[in-house]
């Protein structure tokens, strides 16, 4: 069964170094989000891509977080210079499409997420 | 605002208890919810969806707009339902994104 892939599963860092993370959706999927996960809390959206083109980025702290899906496939959220608060879980998830209320296809599928440590 | 509430950290039976795992929303218009679980060492993955009406692992939840709720029942709880249960709503921006509670632990006692 395809699944979403993510990499690194773990990353320890020191602050004000960069950081980047690494997210391959399920072939087709033309949707593509980020979602953060502090300890204790549910996920919460960064950023969504449609294809290669951002749709919402309303969450995403654009001083020190970017993130880019180049060629509409796999995608790169990088912060910089990163703070000890960035600590958290980093979700990815896709989904066929996203606007299509109530079909199947705007299930969101999720990685295994990428668990950023910031000394 | 659109907002979803689980207002229990943990949620502790034994076996072959009933479950039930409370979820509310505020949202205008009509919601499309969803019910994710996390299993140890496992990832997010969905359980079920109200626009679905299905019953998966045993576990149904029913669309209440007058309480604005959509709670996660299960009449005889199993130890392998021991895991991180989170609702969700979708966004009415159209765009797909989920607006996720804070989640509740269940854990099932043998």
């Known amino acids: 069964e395809a699944e979403v892939a993510q990499s690194p599963r773990y990353k320890i860092t020191e602050k004000s170094q960069a950081v980047a993370f690494w997210c391959d959706p399920i072939?087709?999927?033309?949707?593509l989000y980020w979602y953060r996960q502090i300890l204790g809390q549910g996920p919460e959206l960064l950023v969504q891509?449609?294809?290669?083109?951002?749709?919402?980025d309303s969450q995403l702290p654009k001083d020190r977080f970017s993130a880019e899906r180049l060629k509409g496939v796999d995608s790169t959220l990088k912060i910089q210079p990163a703070e000890l608060g960035d600590s958290a879980m980093y979700l990815c998830?896709?989904?066929?499409?996203?606007?299509?209320?109530?079909?199947?296809?705007?299930?969101?599928?999720f990685g295994a997420g990428t668990r950023l440590s910031v000394l | 605002a659109q907002r979803v509430t689980q207002p229990e950290k943990l949620l502790s039976v034994f076996k072959g208890a009933p479950v039930e795992l409370k979820c509310n929303y505020s949202?205008?218009?009509?919601?499309?919810l969803f019910w994710y679980v996390q299993y140890s060492r496992q990832r997010l993955q969905l359980l079920l969806r109200?626009?679905s009406r299905e019953s998966i692992k045993g576990f149904t939840a029913d669309l209440n707009k007058g309480e604005t709720s959509f709670h996660l029942k299960k009449p005889f709880a199993q130890e392998e339902d021991s895991a991180m249960y989170y609702c969700?709503?979708?966004?009415?921006?159209?765009?797909?994104?989920?607006?996720f509670g804070q989640g509740t632990t269940l854990q099932v006692k043998p």
């Open positions: 998830a896709s989904s066929l499409v996203p606007s299509q209320r109530g079909l199947a296809k705007n299930i969101q599928y």
């Open positions: 109200h626009i």
């Open positions: 969700a709503l979708v966004s009415s921006s159209n765009t797909g994104k989920l607006i």
């Open positions: 072939s087709g999927h033309a949707t």
């Open positions: 949202y205008s218009g009509s919601p499309e």
């Open positions: 891509f449609q294809d290669e083109s951002v749709v919402d």
